[in-house]
Each structure stands twice: as C-alpha cells, then as structure tokens.
C-alpha cells in the first residue's frame, strides 16, 4: 500500500448520519426532474449521476414517496443504503485509497457503491451491514 494511501486512511475521521438512502435509476431523458428533485430535497447528502444510459438518484428514502409523481419509469434498489464519508481532503494525484477500502470490506462481504466528491469520498453500504462495514474500516485505520 502507498505510503499516501496509508497517511490519507490514517488522518480520515469516518463519518455518517443517521439517513438510509434510496438508490434510484431514472431513464436518461429524467435529468431535469431529477436535478429538481435534488435542489428541492436540499439535504446534505444527495447525489446525481447522469451517465448516457441512465440517471442516477440518490436520496434520503424518506423522500421517495414525496416524489413518486415525478419519478416515472423509475427503479428502485431493493435494500436501503447508508453513507460513510471519508472526511479528509484527498488529492486528485492519490491512487489506490477506494482499492484499499473496497478490499477491505470485500473481504468481509459488504458490497459498496462508491461515490467521489470534488475533496471528500463517500462510500454506500447496505443499512443492513453498515456497523460491520464501519468496524471494518474503523480496524483498517488502526491496522496500518
């Protein structure tokens, strides 16, 4: 592992909140609604992802049924998420601090889905096993 990698993973503060979130998949055509959607929720944590095949909406789940008009053609994830923040200003040049996290919780068996803000990385983990993904990265730190 990187010396970079092991600094960064070892001055992150993990932090979360107490919100599950919906993970919703929208046509692409949905971007406007979606992007509504998120300016009015105005959370702290919310995200958009617009890719050519689809739109992305993350969102408190609370929110979905305020929104279930405006959300046609929409799928939802099966299972509720919860955020992880790594709260350190991480540097464009880093490499390898998601791989060294995915492994991490890989090897005990949570799936994530990893979200990259412009400074900070968020990972989603099931609600159902976010207390064993957060010991894990917990005994990440430590373990370095």
Do not use: W
């Not at 350190?88 to 791989?99: H, K």
């Amino acid at each position: 592992m990187e010396d970079t990698v092991r600094q960064a993973l070892q001055q992150s503060s993990l932090s979360s909140d107490e919100v599950n979130y919906a993970v919703i998949k929208l046509p692409a055509r949905a971007i406007t609604v979606a992007a509504g959607i998120v300016a009015e929720i105005g959370e702290a944590f919310c995200a958009l992802i617009v890719d050519r095949y689809e739109v992305s909406l993350i969102i408190p789940s609370e929110a979905v049924e305020d929104f279930a008009t405006r959300l046609q053609g929409h799928t939802l994830a099966e299972k509720p998420y919860r955020l992880i923040t790594f709260d350190i200003e991480l540097d464009f040049s880093i490499f390898g601090f998601m791989a060294a996290v995915s492994q991490a919780l890989a090897d005990v068996k949570v799936s994530i889905l990893p979200i990259a803000a412009y400074s900070r990385d968020h990972i989603l983990v099931p609600s159902e096993q976010f207390d064993i993904a957060l010991q894990t990265l917990q005994k990440l730190q430590s373990s370095l």
